[in-house]
């Protein structure tokens, strides 16, 4: 397919395969229309606000190593800070008072401020009326849920690459599998979830860039932040040739096509790199900025790398410096906390349309499958019944559990095991009368089958048979007087 058909499926259909994003990203024939491409589904999707969110960087330190950072703990020449709670607070407060409807807390990997800390830190913040979104790191899944419980509405975990031999070979003595795991679980926590890549890591392949793209889509990420690796002479990778900005703004710009309604930063990065870097983002796809509201020196010892914008600025200036940035493109500042609204609109409207869908075509196959196996009962009556109709949570846990257990079924089964699935749990609402007591039933052991609970059947469709014969007998002995 010609590059510029490619551009067109992009905006049109919002999905492209890895050879075709290789495709874009290898030629720079074309790259005005694709810029333009995903300035247009930015405007269609997400409007002309850009949302802005203050940045405080409240400590420098870092107990990992990542050879391109200059946070990393080896950089003995880097002088260190770390913010005390009070002080993060109030960059926060002033942060409010100048309009920012989000703060951003960043810092480098490791345990600098205890739980009780952080909690009180997020808590307090969260009484200023902003969003908050969470830039530290790899933590537990009860220290993210703790987080999310105190306020925290967003999480920022940039995988930086999605090939896992350069990223453990990038950020030495870190486990690729527990970066995944992270954003996993942060997304299972309701988290808003923002990840990311550094363009132009040393053996880094148009490839691997593409797979980082499919990889931000397969997550589901609300936000997306894509920023080139700018070599720091203060790192063992001070000689490489780094990232570029075109190929940065391409990463990006093919991100807001295949995801039109996310949130995507014109990142500093960028600007470091081209001195109006950050509006040549927000017009090629971006819809955010996030300027500094960390005061003093500290900015400028947050080094991770050279180049850095703004050091020498106050927040105040850094604000109206950008405000006036953006109107001169014509666009404006939200007033708003630029969640991820509208998407999350749509995909609920989308869920509701694909489960009605899916609970009639599942009837449909029922009342098929019923005939077939020859239970005799009329399913198709039942599913008609008050008592059905109310067991629409029952329903919903079921088909959560029916899409844990599908995964391990393989491709040519699923759609007959899907059917007996959904037969078995209609006949056991049946028998039982009571969803709970139909899944007191699941968890209790099964004797004729080595002690296991009938649960553990149900993960095969030989098991699904045992489980409905079970019931058709459980049935007819009740029915004899
Ligand atoms: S990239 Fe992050 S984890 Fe790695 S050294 Fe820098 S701050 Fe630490």
């Known amino acids: 397919m010609a590059v510029i058909d490619i551009i067109k499926k992009a905006e049109t259909k919002h999905d492209l395969t890895r050879q075709e994003i290789v495709e874009l990203l290898k030629t720079d024939e074309h790259d005005a229309e694709l810029f333009a491409a995903a300035d247009r589904v930015r405007k269609q999707f997400v409007g002309d606000e850009v949302h802005l969110r203050g ?12 050879l391109y950072c200059g946070l990393r703990q080896d950089n003995v020449k880097l002088e260190r800070y770390r913010l005390e709670p009070e002080t993060i607070i109030e960059f926060a407060s002033k942060a409010a008072s100048d309009g920012y409807k989000t703060v951003v807390l960043q810092a480098g990997e490791g345990e600098f401020y205890s739980r009780e800390e952080m909690l009180q830190i997020i808590k307090s913040i969260k009484a200023l009326d902003v969003a908050i979104t969470l830039s530290i790191g790899e933590k537990t899944r009860e220290e993210y849920q703790a987080y999310r419980d105190a306020g925290a509405d967003r999480y920022l975990l940039r995988i930086e690459t999605t090939d896992k031999k350069l ?37 880094q392949t148009m490839e691997s860039l593409a797979d980082d793209i499919l990889f931000f889509k397969e997550l589901g990420a609300d936000m997306i932040g894509v920023g080139p690796f700018i070599p720091n002479s203060d790192t ?28 995507i930063p014109a990142t500093t990065a960028m600007e470091a790199l081209n ?3 950050r509006m040549l983002g927000l017009q090629s796809g971006a819809n955010v900025i996030m300027p500094n509201v960390t005061e003093g020196d500290y900015r400028r010892l947050y ?18 410096c ?22 999350a609109v749509r995909s609920m409207a989308k869920t509701v349309i694909n489960r009605k869908l899916e609970i009639m075509q599942d009837i449909a196959d029922v009342v098929a499958m019923n005939k077939e196996i020859g239970l005799g009962q009329d399913i198709a009556a039942l599913v008609e019944t008050e008592k059905y109709k109310q067991c629409e949570d029952f329903a919903t846990k079921m088909n959560m559990e029916l ?21 078995a749990m209609m006949k056991g609402i049946e028998v039982f009368g009571e969803p709970s007591l139909f899944l007191q039933w699941i968890d209790k052991q099964a004797d004729a089958f080595g002690g296991e609970a009938w649960r553990c059947l149900i993960t095969s469709a030989e098991g699904l048979q045992k489980v409905i014969d079970e019931l058709g007998r459980i049935s007819e002995s009740n029915s004899q007087p």
Do not use: W
């Not at 950008?322 to 998407?343: H, L, P, W």
């Open 55 to 66: 940045l405080i960087e409240f400590t420098n330190c870092c107990s990992q190593n990542c």
């Open 275 to 277: 001195e109006n870097g």
């Open 303 to 320: 080094a991770l790398y050279p180049g850095k914008i703004c050091v020498g600025d106050t927040p105040a200036h850094c604000r109206s």
């Open 236 to 263: 063992p990778l001070g000689d490489a040739t780094g990232g570029t900005f075109e190929l940065s703004l391409k990463v990006m710009a093919i991100t807001r096509l295949l995801m039109p309604d996310i949130n």
């Open 322 to 343: 950008v405000t006036a940035k953006i109107e001169d493109i014509g666009r404006s500042v939200s007033q708003g906390y630029g969640y991820r609204k509208k998407a």
């Open 403 to 423: 899409t844990v257990i599908e995964q391990k079924v393989p491709d040519e089964a699923k759609r007959a095991y899907r059917i007996r699935f959904k037969l």
């Open 167 to 203: 990223y453990e070979k990038m950020s030495p003595g870190m486990i690729f599998e527990n970066r995944v795991r992270c954003l996993h679980d942060l997304k299972e926590l309701g988290y808003e979830l923002g990840t990311g890549c550094l363009v132009g890591l040393p053996g």
